[in-house]
């Protein structure tokens, strides 16, 4: 786990070094990363030119108090490429930031507040200038919530770069 951990922090840390060269603000509104891609792009030196502040929004509640549309997540479900479409953009709103990513997902068991649940699917958007990418994902079983969220930082890491 530890070289897989570095070799996902070496890509956010070149991130963030890139938005700092092209003085571009980053924010996110994480559910089930839990702020983990906020910590690893401010985990390099000068972050704080580029990340205003950025949202961990665990429950549906939290991410409707956020700026998601409650009918969205009615509609589609709080996991979706909607609600991770309009987490990227509320935040982004929110931040007034260039770049905002919107991530949910089911890591390990069924959530048993919402029977959209999946174990292992993921769903993430990247707000950039007009343009939103949305990716929906089917992770492998993990041994733990740490290894997962890993992975997907590491899956989010690779659609920033090839946007940036």
Do not use: H, W
């Amino acid at each position: 786990m530890d070289d897989f951990e570095d070799f996902v922090r070496g890509k956010y840390q070149k991130i963030t070094k890139t938005l700092i060269e092209k003085k571009k603000y980053i924010t996110t509104m994480e559910s089930c990363t839990s702020g983990l891609i906020a910590s690893l792009i401010t985990d390099t030196e000068g972050s704080s030119a580029i990340m205003k502040g950025a949202f961990v929004t665990y429950s549906n509640e939290a991410k409707i108090m956020q700026g998601v549309p409650e009918t969205v997540i009615a509609e589609y479900g709080v996991y979706s490429c909607e609600t991770a479409t309009e987490m990227a953009k509320a935040a982004k709103t929110a931040y007034g930031a260039d770049i905002a990513i919107g991530v949910t997902g089911t890591m390990g068991n069924i959530d048993p507040a919402n029977n959209d649940s999946t174990p292992g699917e993921i769903y993430y958007a990247i707000a950039y200038g007009s343009d939103v990418f949305v990716t929906k994902d089917k992770l492998m079983s993990k041994g733990t919530r740490a290894e997962y969220k890993l992975v997907v930082a590491n899956l989010i890491a690779d659609k920033l770069l090839s946007i940036l």
